[in-house]
């Protein structure tokens, strides 16, 4: 099936710089979502993109549509140490109702 | 706001004993899904339901079932639970309208089976 391939695994990064991670398929996606998940919590959406080139704003976060549709991008500026977390992107296995695929997360950890 | 809110956050259960995890939505969403989280592994999907008594198997089916009697309840359950079923439990769910494909999670149910 489809897969997400979701780079880099982890970051330690000190509070203040600013983040950058992908997401990269073999398939195109007519959908890109951005999730958070707090420690011991359920992801929360943080982002969703529907058309190509798209950039949208939450924030200190940026995300954009790959032109290709095969690929998606979260920036994070300026983080805080509430950023910690593991960000995962998602897009529908296919048009219509259909179950998300998961990319397997990036482990945020911000140093103080 | 959408909530979606799973029975228990955290169960300690022991092996061969019947799991039930419970899973209720307020937002009268069609689709549900249940996942289960795994260090390094990510979320890998159950089950989900499109309707009330529909299902549809997902990608790790085995040693679990699932029951949709009502469109804003999902449950799973583990008829005899093992400890390679230890895991984070992660419940969701969306609508098919605009907005379709964004899923809703609750907080999660972490079990240990002993």
Same mark, same amino acid.
């Given at each position: 099936?489809?897969?997400?391939?979701?780079?880099?695994?982890?970051?330690?990064?000190?509070? *203040?710089?600013?983040?950058? /991670?992908?997401?990269?398929?073999?398939?195109?996606?007519?959908? &890109?979502? &951005?999730?958070?998940?707090?420690?011991?919590?359920?992801?929360?959406?943080?982002?969703?993109?529907? #058309?190509?080139?798209?950039?949208?704003?939450?924030?200190?976060?940026?995300?954009?549509?790959?032109?290709?549709?095969?690929?998606?991008?979260?920036?994070?500026?300026?983080?805080? !140490?509430?950023?910690?977390?593991?960000? $995962? +992107?998602? *897009? !529908?296995?296919?048009?219509?109702?259909?179950?998300?695929?998961?990319? #397997? *997360?990036?482990?945020?950890?911000?140093?103080? | 706001?959408?909530?979606?809110?799973?029975?228990?956050?955290?169960?300690?259960?022991?092996?061969?004993? #019947?799991? $039930?995890?419970?899973?209720?939505?307020?937002?009268?969403?069609?689709?549900? $899904? &249940?996942?289960?989280?795994?260090?390094?592994?990510?979320?890998?999907?159950?089950? $989900?339901?499109?309707?009330?008594? /529909?299902?549809?198997?997902?990608?790790? !089916?085995?040693?679990?079932?699932?029951?949709?009697?009502?469109?804003?309840?999902?449950?799973?359950?583990?008829?005899?639970?093992? =400890?390679?079923?230890?895991? /984070?439990?992660? +419940?969701?769910?969306?609508?098919?309208?605009?907005?379709?494909?964004?899923?809703?999670? *609750?907080?999660? =149910?972490?079990?240990?089976?002993?």
């Amino acid at each position: 099936g489809q897969q997400l391939n979701q780079s880099p695994q982890s970051m330690f990064i000190q509070e *203040g710089e600013d983040v950058s /991670m992908n997401c990269t398929s073999s398939s195109i996606f007519n959908t &890109w979502l &951005w999730y958070k998940q707090d420690p011991g919590e359920g992801p929360v959406l943080l982002i969703a993109l529907y #058309k190509a080139g798209e950039l949208t704003s939450n924030g200190r976060l940026t995300a954009q549509f790959g032109i290709t549709r095969k690929d998606s991008f979260l920036n994070i500026s300026a983080s805080i !140490p509430s950023d910690v977390g593991i960000y $995962f +992107c998602a *897009g !529908p296995q296919n048009s219509g109702n259909t179950p998300l695929v998961f990319g #397997k *997360g990036t482990r945020l950890s911000v140093i103080a | 706001d959408v909530k979606v809110t799973q029975s228990s956050r955290y169960l300690v259960k022991r092996t061969g004993e #019947k799991v $039930f995890l419970e899973c209720v939505q307020d937002m009268d969403h069609e689709n549900m $899904f &249940w996942y289960r989280q795994d260090p390094g592994l990510g979320l890998r999907l159950i089950y $989900f339901s499109y309707d009330v008594k /529909m299902k549809e198997k997902g990608d790790i !089916p085995e040693g679990y079932s699932v029951s949709r009697e009502k469109k804003e309840r999902f449950s799973l359950i583990l008829e005899s639970a093992s =400890t390679n079923q230890t895991s /984070m439990y992660l +419940c969701a769910s969306s609508t098919t309208g605009l907005a379709k494909n964004i899923q809703y999670f *609750g907080a999660g =149910t972490r079990l240990s089976v002993l």
